[in-house]
C-alpha cells in the first residue's frame, strides 16, 4: 500500500496497469478484522507522510515533530526532482511491519496517514505545467492479498473520502500538492541541499519552524500580523498553513509574505 497524497513519480510509469477513477466512479472494498488479511497491508509497505500526517502523529503520540521524524521516519528523494519526502519507518524485524499497528489494528487510527485513510485508493499528480494547476487523478490498487475489494459494497471516490475524514484536511493537503507540483520545478530545477533543508523544516518539522521564527530575526525581516504572530506560537495548523506560505516566498519567490521595510 503506497499511497502518497502527493505522489511525485512519474506519472505514466505509477498509473501503468491501474484502473483510474473519478470522484463518482466506484470501486468495492471493505476491512474489518474479521477478513483473514486484516493488517496484512500494513507491514513491508512504503507509506509517504504529508506534513498534517507528520503533525498528526507527533501531536498523537506526544511528541515534538524534531523527536517524531528522528523516531519514526526515514528521508527519501523523488527519482526525478530530487525533492526530499518523509516516509514512516518500518519496524526492523521479520515482516516489517508499521509500528503502530496491533492485533486489532491502528493504534493509531484518528490520526493514521492519508495513505491508510485512502487504501485501496492512490492519488498521482502530474508534473506542472506553465499556466496550469495539475489535476490530481485517484487510481485504484488491487492487492491479490486484499480480500476486501473482492466482496466489499461498493463506493464511490467521493463517497470514500467523506467517510475517510479527508475533506476536513483537504485544505492543507491541497496547499501542499501546490508546493510539491510548483511550477519553479518546469524544465528540471531542483532544490540545493540548502534548500532541501529548509523545505524539510518548513513543511515537516514544524516544532523547529516555530523556534525558526520566533528565535531569529524572522518577525524583524518579515511583516506578520500581530495576530496572525499570536496564533503562529499556539496554533499548529495555522502554522503549517503558513509554512506553505513561506516556502513559495522563501524558495519560489513567490509574493505571499511581504519584506519589511528598513528604516533609518
Known sequence: MSAPAANLEDRPSLLKGRRTLTLRDTFAFHCGPERSCFNSCCADVNIVLTPLDVLGLARRLGLTTTAFRARHTVTLQTRDLQLPVVALKMEDR???????????????YQDRPWACRMYPLGLAVPPARAGEEPEP??????????????????????????????????????????????????????LDPRRQELFLMACYDLDRFREF????????????????????????????????????????????????????
Open 213 to 264: 521564527i520566533f528565535e531569529s530575526s524572522f518577525l524583524k525581516r518579515l511583516v506578520v500580523e500581530p495576530e496572525l504572530a499570536a496564533s503562529l506560537a499556539t496554533d499548529d495548523l495555522t502554522l503549517l498553513d503558513f509554512s506553505f506560505r513561506w516556502v513559495r516566498f522563501a524558495l519560489f519567490g513567490e509574493p505571499t509574505l511581504k519584506v519589511r521595510r528598513v528604516t533609518n
Open 137 to 190: 487523478l485517484y487510481f485504484l490498487f488491487e492487492d491479490d492479498f486484499c480480500e476486501g475489494r473482492r466482496d466489499g459494497p461498493d463506493w464511490t471516490v467521493g463517497q470514500w473520502r467523506e467517510d475517510q475524514g479527508v475533506p476536513e484536511r483537504e485544505r492543507l493537503d491541497a496547499a501542499f500538492r501546490r508546493v510539491v507540483t510548483h511550477p519553479w520545478f518546469i524544465g528540471g530545477r531542483r
Open 94 to 108: 521479520e515482516g516489517r511491519p508499521c509500528p503502530f499497528v496491533g492485533p486489532e489494528g491502528c493504534t493509531v
